[in-house]
């Protein structure tokens, strides 16, 4: 039962992807706020510099009437049509918007890989645990305990008119179905598998109890919820399937007697409990056995006097 009912859990591969689409999720947030503060945007801190000259560090002239102070060790000033700091400025600018750019392109993958390898994981996962279910439930549903319990119902049904109670043995029946349903109902068994493997048995014995089951569920309307919407669903599939309308693949009275004959059937079909075995005599127990045997045939065989003396006294002879 806990193989059934087993959660669908994150095994250490999905959970490291998960992480990484994380990861990538953040390093794109990192790269956009990288992206905002560009270097052309940064300014030094501090007060501005200033530049002090002495007079041996300056030298007059006069050039038409004008005075110019001119630092000796500084280079010419470059004009402002050029300036050498434009191209390696726009060079670095172009390439920080490429990185950015591929590191955008990269992470938003990455998160797309990761969601579609957890899918397909998740997807995977499903189809094996549905499978196992459903493997454990047509072993349970054909082992010889539950066909011999399935006949003895049957057969008390052929024998009794409806309306038909529910008893023990049909509540273990009716439980079986309802397990199938809930499997259906959290997508962890398909439709299509449960309607090929158990669709007979389940429309059948559904509308045997129907009355039984709606009397149940007046007290309490949870019983056998889950059964009550496969059934349904199952009509529907199999209307679809054989293109004919629901009603047409509703059993009628005739199909539910020979569904009731084939079950009790069942009897006839189950092997007869395998005959106790005889316990197995050890070594030790074979040799006493064999050791008492040969005592016995060792006794039982006459010595030589004895055949002297049968002879001599049985003798006829007249002389």
Do not use: C
Request: aromatic share 8%; proline share 7%.
């Amino acid at each position: 039962m806990r193989g059934l009912l087993s959660p669908i859990l994150l095994d250490v591969r999905r959970r490291i992807l998960l992480i990484a689409s994380v990861g990538a999720v953040v390093a794109l947030v990192v790269v956009g706020l990288v992206w905002q503060v560009r270097p052309s945007d940064r300014r030094p801190s501090g007060p501005p510099r200033t530049k002090t000259y002495s007079s041996l560090q300056t030298v007059h002239q006069a050039i038409g009437g004008k005075l110019i102070i001119r630092d000796p060790t500084s280079s010419p000033r470059p004009s402002p049509t050029e300036s050498p700091l434009q191209p390696l400025q726009a060079s670095d600018n172009t390439l920080i918007a490429w990185a950015a750019l591929i590191a955008a392109i990269g992470s938003v993958l990455t998160a797309l890989l990761a969601a579609i390898a957890l899918i397909a994981e998740g997807r995977r996962d499903r189809l094996s645990i549905g499978i196992s279910n459903l493997w454990k439930l047509v072993e349970g549903w054909d082992s010889p305990e539950m066909r011999l319990r399935r006949a003895l119902l049957a057969k008390r049904l052929r024998n009794n008119v409806a309306p038909r109670e529910t008893s023990d043995d049909a509540i273990d029946v009716l439980n079986t179905f309802e397990l199938l349903a809930y499997l259906v109902r959290s997508e962890t068994l398909s439709l299509e598998g449960a309607w090929i493997n158990f669709s007979t048995w389940a429309v059948s014995y559904w509308y045997i109890y129907e009355t039984a089951i709606k009397h149940l569920q007046e007290q309490d309307s949870t019983l056998f919820e889950d059964y009550g919407t496969l059934i349904r669903q199952f009509i529907d599939y199999e209307a679809r399937r054989r293109n004919l309308e629901p009603a047409a693949v509703v059993p009628d009275a005739d199909a539910l007697r020979e569904f009731l004959r084939a079950e009790e059937a069942l009897l006839l079909r189950i092997s007869p409990p395998q005959a106790a075995r005889e316990p197995t005599e050890s070594f030790g127990g074979r040799v006493v056995s064999w050791l008492r045997s040969w005592f016995s045939e060792a006794r039982a065989q006459p010595t030589p006097s004895d055949a002297e003396g049968e002879d001599s006294g049985g003798s006829d002879d007249p002389s």
